[in-house]
């Protein structure tokens, strides 16, 4: 008799983990990104729902390390190190980094695009290979990973459902 899986929700500036065969969930991913990370071996991953790029846009007071890509995915490692996972046999997949709105303005308003690129350099300095994405775009995301199947669904706003 197999168990059914409860789906772990991940808010914005969130993170959390899972092992099968629970599911993990994120909504609202516009420029924000999606992270996950996982271990296939052992079935447990970790999502991220990064909300800005890097932890010197923080303001005075505690910092959120979910909140950042250069804190929230070595926190992530972290914890799934913590787990049983070894670095070398984690993966990701990512998706988000829309660009919602269009300005005129410059690179500055740009978030979705730097969200993407500062988890992928993350990613790259920990020797984190990235599997899959679906990322930019000016569509808003909600995405589950399941570490059974290592799937990322997508669901993107008036495009559908994909598996990544």
């Known amino acids: 008799m197999s168990e059914v899986p409860t789906v772990i929700r991940v808010g914005i500036a969130d ?8 599911i993990i969930r994120t909504c609202g991913l516009g ?6 990370i996982y271990d296939s071996v052992k079935k447990h991953a970790g999502l991220v729902h990064v909300m800005l790029p890097d932890s010197s846009l923080s303001r005075a007071g505690q910092l959120n390390v979910a909140k950042f890509a250069d804190t929230a995915i070595v926190e992530m490692v972290k914890r799934l190190q913590r787990k049983g996972s070894r670095i070398s046999s984690l993966k990701a997949k990512i998706a988000g980094g829309a660009q919602m709105f269009q300005f005129s303005t410059g ?3 740009r978030i979705g695009p730097r969200n993407v690129d500062a988890v992928k350099e993350q990613l790259h300095a920990l020797g984190i290979p990235i599997l899959a994405e679906d990322t930019g775009g000016n569509s808003g995301r ?6 059974v199947t290592c799937f990322l669904t997508i669901r993107t706003v008036n495009m559908g459902t994909k598996d990544i």
Request: charged letters at 15%.
């Open 15 to 22: 993170m959390n983990l899972v092992t099968s065969p629970d």
């Open 31 to 36: 420029s924000c990104v999606g992270v996950v």
């Open 107 to 109: 690179d500055l308003m």
């Open 142 to 147: 909600t995405i589950d990973f399941n570490p």
